[in-house]
């Protein structure tokens, strides 16, 4: 099984899982600026990313 970690790293926040509900949600992300994030969902073809718990607090903010 392959971790992926966006940004930052583990720390002292620990680790979560950020989800989408479809792939086809990423579409709404520009292909050539999407963040970096999205990129990697789309790469991975995976509805789940493994990232630090600030960062996924980020992505929701976004």
């Known amino acids: 099984m392959e971790v992926v970690f966006v940004v930052g790293d583990r720390g002292r926040d620990g ?17 050539t600026e999407a963040p970096q994030w999205v990129q990697a969902m789309r790469a991975s073809r995976r509805k ?9 607090s980020r992505i929701r903010r976004a």
Do not use: F, G, M, Q
């Not at 899982?17 to 292909?31: E, G, I, T, W």
């Not at 789940?48 to 996924?56: D, E, G, H, K, P």
């Open 15 to 31: 680790i979560t899982v950020h989800h989408v509900k479809r792939l086809a949600d990423l579409n709404r992300y520009s292909p």
């Open 48 to 56: 789940t990313l493994i990232v630090c718990a600030r960062c996924v």
